[in-house]
């Protein structure tokens, strides 16, 4: 079987344009029902087609899995996979008949060889307490098949797509589980469990910080005028590369973007006059809520600690406001800095009235954004070379 390869699925997203949304095609919503298995109880099944989309979701990075299965439990929850649902028919009808008091609705998503392959079959639907894998409470079972929606005569695209669908399984007690056989388009057939991840953090492109200690750490940070005031910075613990719950669960991801490091994307070397990418995505099956994107600290490595390297002079004063960005499922901020003097400054809000002082210099630095949810700042660290 053709399948992409891991190494293709990191460059195909490591500019993380792309998330598990934007879906092609998608406009004109396709209801269907499901059938039932025997596999200790015979819930209602009904399924609403998404569509198929051509971005590569994040569940993609890992090589041998063809597809992606979650139990929502709310209309919010489940819409995650969708960039406007105004723009589907019949989705908001679908939804009014849904009550999630007795329902569950499941995300369900595969691969396809070329865009014909549109929609997502789904049958043999049951509630099983032998494949107990949630506390006891059972999981929902079926089989998902990628379908080719082509007409005899019809030319299909030649890009791997795909296909999402909602699946609303009706019944009394209902587990928050689900375990599925997915069947992608090339007839490959995998066992997926729902998990509170989109993604193994493991498996991302890009790096969080050097493997190897600085050549040199400066005593400290000093700056020749008086009136110069450092913005606020945590200073201290940070959260390197990942933000969990209080269960462990991944929520959130930062990553310095591979694409744009000389060499091993581990070495995280630039030189004066780089651009340096940092992206930070959901990685959970659930909506994530972070402050702004201005919320975040440059730092460089002192033998004090962290200092950062940006502040005010004269009578600027910064104030941050307290709103909430939420986050779907394979979404969040990126930022992209020149490693200049002007070109950090820049991507600020409030640039023209900051100062980096001194200038740069070689030295180990980090970015620390502060307006991820825990107690830690959610950081990635390179190097600056002469």
């Not at 928050?176 to 995998?190: H, L, P, Q, Y």
């Not at 945590?234 to 269960?247: F, I, L, M, P, Y």
């Not at 070689?362 to 390179?382: H, N, Q, T």
Request: some cysteine; glycine content about 12%.
């Amino acid at each position: 079987m053709e399948r992409f390869s891991r190494r293709d699925a990191i460059l195909a997203t490591a500019t993380v344009g792309v998330g598990t949304s934007a879906f092609a095609g998608c406009l004109g919503g396709q209801i269907g029902t499901g059938s039932s298995g025997d596999g200790g109880g015979s819930p209602a099944v009904e399924t609403f087609q998404l569509g198929p989309s051509l971005s590569r979701p994040l569940w993609a990075f890992e090589e041998d899995q063809n597809g992606f299965v979650s139990v929502m439990e709310s209309e919010r929850e489940a819409l995650w996979p969708v960039d406007d649902p105004d723009e589907i028919d019949g989705i908001e009808e679908w939804f009014a008949d849904t009550d999630f008091e007795e329902s569950r609705v499941l995300v369900v998503q595969t691969v396809g060889p070329n865009t014909c392959y549109a929609e997502i079959e789904v049958d043999n639907v049951a509630v099983s307490a032998e494949e107990n894998a949630n506390d006891g409470d059972g999981v929902i079972t079926g089989t998902a098949r990628a379908v080719d929606v082509s007409e005899p005569d019809e030319a299909c695209g030649e890009s791997i797509t795909y296909p999402s669908a909602l699946v609303r399984v009706t019944g009394d007690d209902l587990p928050t589980a689900a375990a599925f056989s997915i069947v992608d388009g090339w007839g490959e057939e995998s066992e997926v469990e729902s998990a509170g991840e989109l993604v193994d953090p493991d498996l991302l492109p890009g790096a969080v910080r050097p493997s190897v200690e600085p050549e040199s750490v400066p005593d400290a940070l000093e700056c020749d005028d008086p009136d110069f005031e450092r913005l606020w910075s945590d200073r201290g613990a940070v959260a390197w590369g990942e933000v969990r719950d209080g269960d462990g669960t991944p929520l959130l991801a930062m990553r310095i973007d591979g694409a744009g490091v000389g060499g091993e994307s581990e070495d995280l070397e630039f030189e004066r006059g780089d651009e340096l990418g940092v992206w930070m995505r959901n990685v959970s099956t659930d909506y994530v809520t972070t402050g702004n994107a201005s919320k975040y600290a440059l730092e460089r490595l002192t033998e004090e600690g962290w200092i950062e390297i940006r502040g005010t002079i004269g009578d600027a004063t910064f104030g941050y406001t307290d709103e909430g960005i939420e986050h779907p499922p394979g979404e969040g901020f990126e930022w992209t800095l020149e490693l200049t003097e002007e070109g950090i400054l820049e991507d600020h809000f409030r640039g023209e009235d900051l100062e980096i002082c001194p200038d740069l210099a070689p030295g180990r630095y980090r970015f620390a954004y502060w307006g991820a949810p825990g107690d830690d700042p959610l950081a990635v660290a390179f190097d600056l070379l002469e």
